[in-house]
């Protein structure tokens, strides 16, 4: 028998994360407020990240990997300034960072990780 699949916050479209083993999967972060610059959307959306890993049994030291899309890739500097000072030295996830047209054009940046618990 295979292990069981936790869901946090499932929906009819999508669960906030997947728990699968030592594992966690979260789904697209983005920010609440959208009238913020870059750098308080992606702190925001960091923000949350911390909050689901806490509720799967995990933090930010754990990140395996990380996707995150900006809506202008003119914000990589702007992102890189808050995601810096956020992810723990020596403990950074792979990642990767591209520009895409996101579901609302009021936002800037959405945040994908996964990590192990």
């Not at 579901?103 to 990780?113: A, F, G, L, T, Y």
């Amino acid at each position: 028998m295979s292990e069981k699949v936790t869901r946090i916050d499932p929906g009819p479209r999508l669960s906030e994360a997947s728990v699968y083993g030592d594992r966690m999967y979260l789904s697209g972060m983005i920010p609440e407020d959208t009238s913020l610059d870059i750098a308080g959307q992606v702190r925001q959306a960091l923000a949350e990240i911390d909050a689901l890993l806490a509720r799967g049994g995990s933090d930010r030291s754990r990140i395996l990997s990380a996707v995150i899309w900006l809506a202008d890739i003119a914000d990589f500097a702007a992102l890189n300034a808050v995601w810096d000072a956020w992810v723990v030295p020596g403990q950074t996830p792979a990642r990767a960072t591209v520009q895409a047209r996101l579901n609302d054009p009021r936002m800037k940046v959405e945040i994908m990780v996964v990590a192990a618990r």
